[in-house]
């Protein structure tokens, strides 16, 4: 789906309704809007909160941004040779457009490692985007904020770096390394309009 129609599901989600956004075979990805919140989601926008669910079986849990990473590094340290292929296709569903025909080339491909099934991950990816752009209202150092999410898409992608280091660092709320966000940040003084795509790999 565009990234404009699930942004309007999102934005039009009632209190306490469930949506289901893909479901492929025994994974369900859904998106909830709650009519309650617990305390530490005291200062977030009732109206506006939703969370994201991953049903599998029985075990039905919110996943968070490192699902998304550690899959797309396991993927690509299993097939290098995909990695611009993947950092293109992550891009352009930042660049909002659909995740389903985005991967459609990649489905054809065979990953040792991976979490999820490819269309979970990508249409995942697409909510962290959608939820760091609909939700997030605290001062940002990137403009836009979902750059943020973003760079670590790409650095994933692109840094084999050992795994548990590079997930240490986002759970300390570390940003990602400059050189994936830069020139796509307006409140950097690199930043540049027009840029080629996949920029920060040259």
């Known amino acids: 789906m565009k990234y404009n129609k699930m942004f309007e599901i999102v934005k039009e989600l009632e209190f306490d309704n469930e949506f289901v956004?893909?479901?492929?075979?025994?994974?369900?990805?859904?998106?909830?809007?709650?009519?309650?919140?617990?305390?530490?989601?005291?200062?977030?926008?009732?109206?506006k909160n939703f969370q994201i669910f991953l049903r599998n079986q029985n075990r039905h849990f919110r996943p968070n941004h490192l699902r998304v990473l550690i899959d797309l590094n396991l993927r690509v340290r299993s097939r290098p040779d995909l990695k611009k292929e993947m950092a293109k296709v992550f891009d352009n569903i930042y660049y909002k457009k659909d995740p389903d025909q985005e991967i459609q080339s990649l489905l054809e491909q065979e990953f040792e490692h991976f979490l999820n099934p490819l269309e979970i991950i990508a249409n995942l990816s697409q909510l962290f985007i959608i939820e760091q752009d609909y939700c997030y209202n605290k001062e940002s150092n990137f403009e836009p904020s979902t750059l943020f999410y973003q760079g670590w898409v790409r650095q994933f992608i692109d840094n084999l770096k050992e795994i548990d280091n590079l997930t240490m660092s986002v759970c300390n709320r570390q940003p990602p390394r400059v050189q994936y966000t830069k020139k796509e940040n307006k409140k950097h003084k690199s930043f540049q309009e027009d840029l080629d795509s996949l920029w920060y790999l040259k």
């Open 21 to 47: 956004v893909k479901k492929i075979n025994d994974i369900e990805l859904s998106i909830l809007r709650p009519s309650q919140v617990s305390s530490r989601f005291k200062n977030y926008d009732i109206n």
